[in-house]
């Protein structure tokens, strides 16, 4: 069974410029969730998807948006960029929203800012 | 503010050794508490998750401690291994929310 697929792998950007980064679930998960990773900050939730409806969503501004499509994958969208976006952008994918649902996470998309 | 806290920020130890990470929680809704592995370049993987109604879990070389009233929960790994230097995370959810809130990581060396 292919495992989370994230693209772009690398990306490098410049401040005020917009992002899309792509997640493809494991195949008959439906809830998919992202994280940001940055030294400072470590691991910290973004927002989760399911069945195309956002069902949660961390403390981060609006300037970070995502959507879910009617086959489970998912984009995420980071506009006017600053320096402090640069990061491992995560995804995980999950069967099911509600639960204790075991997450299994892509290998990121790593976003530089310049 | 830090929602779960993990000590040490690293660990070095020999092959054979057992190195313990701690992680401590304030929210008592928290009711799911899973630890991470990550190597460089990749993803984090879950390897072992407790809920608070056990107060010990293993899964091989993995042991995960639990005690609800002290609010605190550590990874023990049993006879290290050199590919075991990865970093680990601790993690913490409530509700049956997906949503994860994860530790600072420990990056742990095992020394052959």
């Known amino acids: 069974k292919a495992g989370v697929t994230q693209t772009p792998r690398y990306l490098i950007k410049t401040r005020g410029q917009q992002v899309t980064l792509s997640c493809s679930p494991i195949?008959?998960?439906?809830?998919v969730s992202w994280y940001q990773q940055t030294p400072g900050q470590g691991l910290q939730f973004l927002f989760e998807?399911?069945?195309?409806?956002?069902?949660n969503k961390g403390n981060f501004p609006g300037r970070f948006s995502g959507r879910q499509f009617s086959n489970s994958r998912s984009e995420m969208n980071v506009s006017t960029l600053e320096l402090g976006d640069s990061a491992l952008y995560l995804c995980?994918?999950?069967?099911?929203?509600?639960?204790?649902?075991?997450?299994?996470f892509g290998p990121g998309t790593r976003l530089t800012v310049l | 503010q830090q929602q779960v806290k993990q000590s040490p920020q690293s660990l070095i130890v020999q092959k054979g050794g057992i190195p313990i990470i701690n992680c401590a929680y304030e929210?008592?809704?928290?009711?799911?508490f899973p630890w991470y592995q990550q190597f460089p370049g990749k993803g984090p993987a879950l390897l072992i998750a407790?809920?608070?109604?056990?107060s010990e879990k293993k899964e091989g070389r993995f042991t995960i401690s639990f005690n609800k009233s002290a609010k605190q929960f550590s990874l023990h790994i049993m006879d290290s291994q050199p590919g075991d230097s990865a970093t680990y995370f601790c993690?913490?959810?409530?509700?049956?929310?997906?949503?994860?809130?994860f530790g600072t990581g420990t990056r742990l060396t095992v020394i052959p």
């Open positions: 195949s008959g998960h439906r809830s």
């Open positions: 993690a913490a959810s409530g509700g049956g929310a997906n949503n994860l809130f």
């Open positions: 929210n008592t809704a928290f009711d799911y």
């Open positions: 998807y399911f069945s195309e409806t956002q069902r």
């Open positions: 407790i809920r608070p109604d056990v």
């Open positions: 995980a994918s999950s069967l099911r929203w509600g639960g204790y649902n075991e997450q299994f």
